[in-house]
């Protein structure tokens, strides 16, 4: 169970953009990055499990103290002051009750705890512009899916020739229908608008999805991605490859390095992930699983596509849309009710988790600037103006591009490159530093990461910076 659980929360919507990503960057030079940012991303996951548990560590230290302070003021027996001392002692017994992942530490606890104000301003600012990105991409992945089903197939074909290899900028000024001027750039803003002023409220009123939706929600994912795997594989055995990829385009890396990062996410969710687990003791081999499974799916989800699909594009369930000639065959029928539900997929689950998005971004952004315990005190317009400032920026960038690829590129390389990366390097670092100065060193931590040296945190940040200079010159140059 916790293995599905895991896994359904790390798989996302990030894996649509994976096929379009693969066709321009290749597919020789997609399989080498995709699988070393699998294996970087589980690195930088035990590191916050080791975290995580140096935080419970700090906070059982903590409790302990306050014991003993207690029963030194009231008096005590031998018996009893002997049975205080024990847990200073470096047993396998006692570091077990040091060491656990029984307390939910969020990051920004962990940030709060190990961090001092300038690294939590730090951690909160590439959280929150995380988050942002997050929102631009669900916001222009809607209007996508919603314009192009919309819009007539015609259009579609006349635009498949502007997306070539590291081409990152999408031309919408084709008509939306043969016979009327409006454009499809002007119909996806049309759509981008309607759609934030109908989630606009609901952030201002606080309200997330349900139990329900969730159900709903990822009920709907796997029979998405079933659908989009088995049908690219139909028409590999019926017709052969249509799409031929290049080997290596360097070009193509900067929006495949964004969505290998943002595919594989699940940091900022990670303590959430290792709650409802009843026995933590194996909870990286666990993961370790999980990765595996991840990683071959996607590599079976964009393979399949690319070489299935003359083009595909950066939302990999425009692929799907439905063809405008009507059958009366069953099975032709069935085919169209399929594509149908593969166009509408991201309109469904985008729609459900932008309020949530939203709703923490709105939060992270109250305890970043405001003061929480006495946030009653604060008058209505400055309340009101975080759910404008949560809404507002997402939407001016969604509506001056909607190209994906680029949405997915800077959120993942940037902000993505920050959480995943750099954050849980230091967050390990200083839980260990702070760790050895409170417990000593005899304290064995038995949630360790299996890369225990320090050289493994000093390869994560020169990785991280590397590909960020890297992304950052391809992209404005």
Known sequence: VGFIFIFNLIVGTG???LPGVFAKAGWALSLIVILLLAIMSYMTVTFII???????????????????????SFGGSDDDRELESTPLIGSGAVECHYYQL???????????????????????????????????IYSAAVSRSLRDIICSDISIVETKSMYQPGSFKSNGNHTCWKD????????????LIAFNMIFGPIILCGIQKTKYLQILTAAFRWMAFTFMI?????????????GHPVGFNVYGSPPLFGACVYSFMCHHSLPGLLAPLRNKSKVSKLLSFDYIVICMFYIVLAMTGIFAFEHVEDLYTLNFLPDQEKSNDFLSGLYIAIDYFLSLFPVFTLSTSFPVIAVTLKNNLQILFLDMSRYESYNLFIRAMF??????????VAYLTDSLSTLVAFTGSYAGTGIQYIIPVFLLYFSRRTCTELLGSGVVNHFQSPFKSNAWLILVLIWSVICVILVSINIFH
Not at 50 to 72: D, F, P, S, T, Y
């Open 15 to 17: 894996a649509l953009t």
């Open 230 to 242: 088995c049908i690219a594989t139909k028409l590999l055995i019926t017709n052969g490859p249509k």
């Open 180 to 191: 009327h001027s409006i454009s499809r750039i002007h119909m996806y803003r049309i759509i």
């Open 387 to 396: 759910p404008i400032m949560t809404v507002l920026p997402s939407f001016c």
């Open 50 to 72: 080791e975290a995580m548990a140096g935080a419970n560590a700090i906070k059982n230290w903590q409790n302990l103290q306050v014991l003993r302070r207690n029963r030194n």
């Open 102 to 136: 029984t307390h939910k530490f969020e990051l920004g606890e962990m940030a709060t705890l190990f961090f001092n104000d300038f690294g939590r301003i730090l951690f909160y600012l590439c959280f929150i512009v995380y988050l942002f990105g997050d929102l631009s």
